[in-house]
């Protein structure tokens, strides 16, 4: 499994950004895709997830109503989006998606993923 994530950038506070996390390889519908964050000197914390069978959504408080996490579920291609709305200084962060194939329920713990991609780069100036 290889999870290519892109879509970071430089951004104003108020300002927007979408990220994407592309899956290649046995990715199956079962498994739960996540986006984490990694502030400079922060551990990585959950940011949302999405079953991609079905398509529930899981939230962090401090994204809530900001963020809103989609996914493409169709035959080889499994792509999560991550669209970030009303960016705040402090949703400054390398940004990670991963994959998680444990079905029995979703997890905001970094180490119950089994899969990650490479990390993307979000700033956010004020």
Known sequence: VQLQASGGGLVQAG??????CAGSGPIF?????GWFRQAPG??????????LA???TYYADSVKDR????????????TVYLQMNSLRP??????YCAADRFSGGHSEKPG??????QGTLVTVSS
Do not use: C, P, Q
């Open 90 to 95: 402090e949703d400054t962060a390398v940004y």
């Open 54 to 56: 079905g398509g529930s």
């Open 29 to 33: 519908s079962s498994y739960y895709m």
């Open 42 to 51: 922060k551990e990585r914390e959950f940011v949302a997830a999405v079953r």
């Open 15 to 20: 300002g927007s950004l979408r990220l994407s």
């Open 67 to 78: 963020f809103v996490i989609s996914r493409v579920n169709a035959g080889a291609k499994k």
């Open 112 to 117: 119950d993923y089994d899969y990650w991609g």
